[in-house]
């Protein structure tokens, strides 16, 4: 069966550090894989997703980057963290070549806050 | 570009109550239609979902009809349980698109009193 892992958990950083929050699944390949942020009192806004090794969409200009070294690996990063990017990051993936109900796999989240 | 709407929460009930959240969409294609609910401290989960017009999504009590006339998706529970309390996010997908952005409402909190 299929399974998604993120780490941290939760994430405490001061404000100017760098980020880096993992993400991996198993048991499955070729997945299409996505960065979702959830802030305080918020929806859920899509930043990045990707179809493949090195193919990366950003949905919205900010201060973080996402890689794909692998093929069921994504990252999500920032050089230099803002009071702003204080929230609840999820990555999930979908089966790619699925035309129709692209239904998502969530992890189960990490929590970041800069102080 | 496409866009999901859904009534601001948050939303309290009694258990037993009659639930209905709104959701209302924006498409310019043929979209698929999701219901995710989102337990205290944990991810997203899918709820249900409808991939055609007039299409009903159900599970574990809830349900929603795609209704292309009307653009929306309302959840709907004939009787709700404590259980049931989390934050419901309304979500469309480009059916024809295999690499889709996947767009969510803003999120309903909803509460049910014993």
């Known amino acids: 069966s299929q399974t998604i892992h993120q780490w941290p958990a939760t994430l405490v950083q001061p404000v100017g550090s760098p980020l880096s929050l993992e993400c991996t699944v198993e048991?499955?390949?070729?997945?299409?894989l996505y960065w979702y942020r959830q802030a305080a009192g918020r929806g859920l806004q899509l930043l990045f997703y990707?179809?493949?090794?090195?193919?990366i969409s950003s949905e919205v200009p900010q201060n973080l980057s996402a890689s794909r070294p692998q093929d069921r690996q994504f990252i999500l990063s920032s050089k230099k963290l803002l009071l702003s990017d204080s929230g609840f990051y999820l990555c999930?993936?979908?089966?790619?070549?699925?035309?129709?109900?692209?239904?998502?796999?969530f992890g189960a989240g990490s929590r970041l806050t800069v102080l | 570009g496409n866009s999901v709407t859904q009534m601001e929460g948050p939303v309290t009930l009694s258990e037993e109550a009659f639930l209905t959240i709104n959701c209302t969409y924006t498409a310019t294609g043929y979209p698929s239609l999701f219901w995710y609910v989102q337990y205290p401290g944990e991810g997203l989960q899918l709820l249900l979902k409808a991939t055609k017009a007039d299409d009903k999504g159900s599970n574990k009590g809830f349900e929603a009809t795609y209704r292309k006339e009307t653009t929306s998706f309302h959840l709907e529970k004939g009787s709700v349980q404590v259980s049931d309390s989390a934050v419901y996010f309304c979500?469309?997908?480009?059916?024809?698109?295999?690499?889709?952005?996947?767009?969510f409402g803003s999120g309903t909190r909803l509460s049910i009193r014993p």
């Open positions: 979500a469309l997908s480009d059916r024809y698109s295999s690499a889709s952005k996947i767009i």
């Open positions: 048991g499955t390949s070729n997945p299409n």
């Open positions: 999930a993936w979908s089966v790619r070549g699925y035309v129709g109900a692209n239904v998502l796999t």
């Open positions: 990707s179809v493949g090794i090195g193919q």
